[in-house]
């Protein structure tokens, strides 16, 4: 039972960090390294909580954090995204398994392309001057916020 409320206690301050994502890169189009270092820092304690094993289970999760910063690094380098959106899913990699983590990305993409296609009519309602920038870290805190309801709290229903 204590595990429980401990694994609750940790998806609801992972939620609370990806709203606080969300609403700050909406605003300034800005995600802190702060709150991404807190993602980053929270996930060993979610795999004690889960009695993931040190190997082979924190090393796999280990090594997909690294493979998703690094694949979104290079999507930086190119600029295509934002710095702190790639330190955001490297951070969050460490806390879902590969099948949901392939399933964090697709539903991040889709909503991604909603999030640019709004922000794109915005910016040109608003007649501003420049390339529009986007938030990105909505689409990722939203596809976060989905796996993590869907995996983690629906079993609570």
Known sequence: MTGDFFRLALICALGALLI???ITDLR??????RLNLIVAALAPLWWIACGLPLWPGVVVQLGGGILVFMIFAGL?????????DVKLLGALALWFPWQILVSLLVLMALLGGAVTILTVID?????????AEIPYG????????WVLGEQYLNHFA
């Open 123 to 131: 910016h040109k309602l608003r007649k501003k001057q420049g390339q």
């Open 76 to 84: 930086f380098a190119l600029g295509m995204m934002g710095g702190g």
């Open 28 to 33: 300034s189009r800005i995600i802190s390294n």
């Open 20 to 22: 606080v994502a969300a």
């Open 138 to 145: 909505v689409a990722i805190s939203i596809a976060a916020l």
